[in-house]
């Protein structure tokens, strides 16, 4: 991994905004897949999955592979990828981008600034060491091990196909599947870091709360509803037959 070549902290904004899209999305992609899941787990929806089971395997296919993808961005171990080790790189490099005055060029015309600007705003360099340290894999200096096992998955199973894993006559060469308390330890490692370094260079975090996340219940209550007065207009034509 390495550091991101830019020129002035206006790029450095930039690259804050595209690595904030991806942990957002991929925030609200696994809100919602968990959300459905525990939807299918229950009884009040059942039928209504029963009903329309290819659609609702491929809607959460989907976002999980575009959670998966996310975090495959994130945390990817690439020289040339926007990453989160390769950004906080960045930051070890131009940390002059945090300094009082290049704090308060950015929030001019904030009301606050001047509040905002008598807490120290560069980042402590031994702690950013560390937070390097936990998301790049080759430095094996304090790698977090979830990332560590990510990496692996993503190498043989997202990003390739690794056919060692996948061949029998290749020997077994199992890969550890990723539970929900590994997705979760991910997005809240990535957030963390992101809304630390976010607050010391403009004073702001992004948000991980997904505007509409409940919408998915007015959707299968449209359905079930749908089944309902269809069962209901066919219970009546049956008894109207029977009737006569």
């Given amino acids: 991994m390495a550091r991101i070549d830019i020129s002035n902290d206006n790029e450095f904004s930039i690259l804050l905004d595209a690595l904030s899209s991806d942990i957002t999305y991929a925030h609200f992609h696994y809100k919602l897949l968990r959300s459905l899941h525990g939807a299918i787990e229950g009884d009040q929806y059942r039928e209504v999955f029963n009903q329309s089971w290819t659609f609702w395997h491929l809607t959460l296919e989907a976002h999980e592979v575009a959670m998966l993808l996310r975090l495959g961005r994130i945390f990817d171990q690439g020289k040339n990828a926007l990453s989160l080790g390769n950004w906080l790189q960045t930051i070890r490099s131009n940390l002059h981008f945090f300094d009082e005055p290049n704090f308060r060029r950015r929030l001019q015309g904030n009301s606050f600034v001047e509040s905002l600007a008598k807490d120290s705003r560069k980042p402590d360099e031994h702690e950013l060491k560390q937070d390097i340290g936990s998301v790049v894999v080759n430095l094996n200096n304090g790698i977090d091990s979830v990332v560590k096992k990510f990496n692996n998955v993503r190498n043989k199973y997202l ?49 991980t709360t997904m505007v509409g996340q409940d919408d998915y219940k007015y959707v299968l209550e449209s359905i079930k509803m749908r089944i309902e007065s269809y069962k209901a207009t066919m219970a009546a034509e049956m008894e109207k037959y029977l009737g006569k």
């Fill in 159 to 207: 990003a390739h196909k690794d056919p060692n894993v996948l061949l029998p006559s290749r020997g077994p060469k199992m890969v550890a599947d990723l539970s929900w308390n590994d997705i979760e330890h991910l997005l809240s490692l990535a957030n963390r870091l992101l809304s630390k370094y976010s607050l010391l260079f403009t004073a702001s975090v992004y948000s």
